[in-house]
T-cell receptor
Framework: KAGVTQTPRYLIKTRGQQVTLSCSPI?????VSWYQQTPGQGLQFLFE???????NKGNFPGRFSGRQFSNSRSEMNVSTLELGDSALYLC?????????????FGPGTRLTVL | AQSVTQPDIHITVSEGASLELRCNYS??????LFWYVQSPGQGLQLLLK??????LVQGIKGFEAEFKRSQSSFNLRKPSVHWSDAAEYFC????????????FGSGTQLTVLP
């Protein structure tokens, strides 16, 4: 079974631009979560989607948004990019989105903001 | 809110030696606990997880971890380290009732000497 896939793997943008990252979960998985990883702040939870609805959101500004489609694929968008948004963005999927449902992570998208 | 502390930023061991990586968590109830490993430029791979039951859990690649409620710890161990184990290791705890909104520790970088 294929794992979580994320596209693109690498991205370079300039300040003020916006960016959209894509995540395809493991087949049959309905929950998708996004995390940001930076050297300074470490791994931080961004948000979780299940059945096209955002269920949880981390402590990030409104410039960070996401959505989930009916096939469970998810996108996250960052508007008005800042230098501090340079990070590895990780997507994770889980099957049922309940209690002890384990997450499986994709390889990430490396975003560099110049 | 839950929190995770990994007190060792960097650990160096010789190949064949035993390994213990420390993790302490702060959480009111029985937590969902995880250990993930990350190789350079890669996503996170799940090593093992604890939800309930037997406090000694076995994972992949010969790793195990022991949940100790009295010490709020979930230390990762391996009896004999291989050069391929060199990577960064993250301990994580799930938010209340969820194994998906994870709070991660700052990570422990493992170097393995030949």
């Amino acid at each position: 079974k294929a794992g979580v896939t994320q596209t693109p793997r690498y991205l370079i943008k300039t300040r003020g631009q916006q960016v959209t990252l894509s995540c395809s979960p493991i087949s049959g998985h309905r929950s998708v979560s996004w995390y940001q990883q930076t050297p300074g702040q470490g791994l931080q939870f961004l948000f979780e989607y299940f059945s096209e609805t955002q269920r949880n959101k981390g402590n990030f500004p409104g410039r960070f948004s996401g959505r989930q489609f009916s096939n469970s694929r998810s996108e996250m968008n960052v508007s008005t990019l800042e230098l501090g948004d340079s990070a590895l963005y990780l997507c994770a999927s889980s099957k049922r989105g309940t209690g002890g449902d384990t997450q499986y992570f994709g390889p990430g998208t490396r975003l560099t903001v110049l | 809110a839950q929190s995770v502390t990994q007190p060792d930023i960097h650990i160096t061991v010789s190949e064949g030696a035993s390994l213990e990586l420390r993790c302490n968590y702060s959480y009111g109830a029985t937590p969902y606990l995880f250990w993930y490993v990350q190789s350079p430029g890669q996503g996170l791979q799940l090593l093992l997880k604890y939800f309930s039951g037997d406090t000694l859990v076995q994972g992949i690649k010969g790793f195990e971890a022991e949940f100790k409620r009295s010490q709020s710890s979930f230390n990762l161990r391996k009896p004999s380290v291989h050069w391929s184990d060199a990577a960064e290791y993250f301990c994580a705890v799930g938010a209340e009732g969820s194994a998906r909104q994870l709070t991660f520790g700052s990570g422990t970088q493992l170097t393995v000497l030949p």
